[in-house]
């Protein structure tokens, strides 16, 4: 019977979780999930070209897939917005079924040959969270919004990887505490805007950085947004 690939993919990935607390995602748990899924290594190969690392990217985009679903089903009406992104971040976490392939996700993304790989998967959850709030910004505070929210979330992950106390709730602090912080420099960005020494002053990298624009719907895969060029 022929299977697409996502469906593929997705066999790979349930059946290489049962391998990921004891052998990481390595080879080994590759070639265990293509036996235990029944799959052709051909099959195998032509959906994850990397093996184990492309499982590992894909488990990651679940958690992103599953934070979006239960997000839109979030009543958000009555929060100040600083906690709806708590919200996100913390749904992003509980999206989490296996805190143990998160460790070793942890670990793989950490090794330099797959650095890239790691940081492209955070300013993706990054986005997903501000793109299901309802983010509309279209110049630079569109790289600064996922740029921020992205350190958040690696700080509160690595907290959270070796948190014990019940139901988290040190890691929960420890996000709104992070939260807090952005909300901080945003105030005072805010009160530089507002100054009217400081804004004369900013004028000049405050133009350049009007220049830069979010990616548009027409996009190239290697590049992260767009560069408008200044008009004489």
């Known amino acids: 019977m022929t299977v697409s690939s996502e469906t593929a993919r997705e066999k790979l990935l349930d059946a290489a979780l049962m391998h990921v607390p004891f052998d990481g995602w390595s080879e080994a748990t590759f070639q265990a999930a293509i036996r235990d899924a029944d799959l052709s290594a051909e099959v195998a190969r032509s959906v994850c ?34 906690e709806k992104v708590t919200e996100a971040v913390w749904l992003r976490l509980e999206a989490v079924d296996d805190k143990e392939a998160v460790r070793r996700g942890t670990t793989l993304f950490a090794l330099p040959m797959h650095a890239a790989d790691g940081a492209r998967l955070i300013w993706e959850t990054a986005d997903a969270i ?94 992260p947004g767009s560069w408008t060029s200044p008009r004489n």
Do not use: C
Request: hydrophobic fraction near 40%.
């Open 49 to 82: 070209p990397r093996g184990a690392v492309d499982l590992a990217m894909a488990f990651h985009r679940r958690g992103d897939l599953t934070m979006r679903e239960r997000l839109a089903e979030t009543d958000l009406s009555g929060m100040k917005f600083r």
């Open 130 to 223: 501000w793109t299901t709030l309802g983010d509309r910004s279209d110049d630079v505070n569109w790289y600064t919004k996922r740029a921020t929210l992205g350190g958040v979330w690696s700080a509160t992950v690595l907290y959270w990887l070796g948190d014990d106390s019940p139901d988290h709730m040190a890691t929960r602090a420890f996000l709104e505490r992070r939260i807090e912080d952005v909300m901080q420099i945003e105030k005072f960005k805010a009160q530089v805007r507002n100054s009217p020494v400081l804004s004369k002053l900013m004028a000049g990298p405050n133009w350049l950085l009007g220049q830069i624009k979010a990616p548009t719907s027409v996009r190239r895969d290697d590049l």
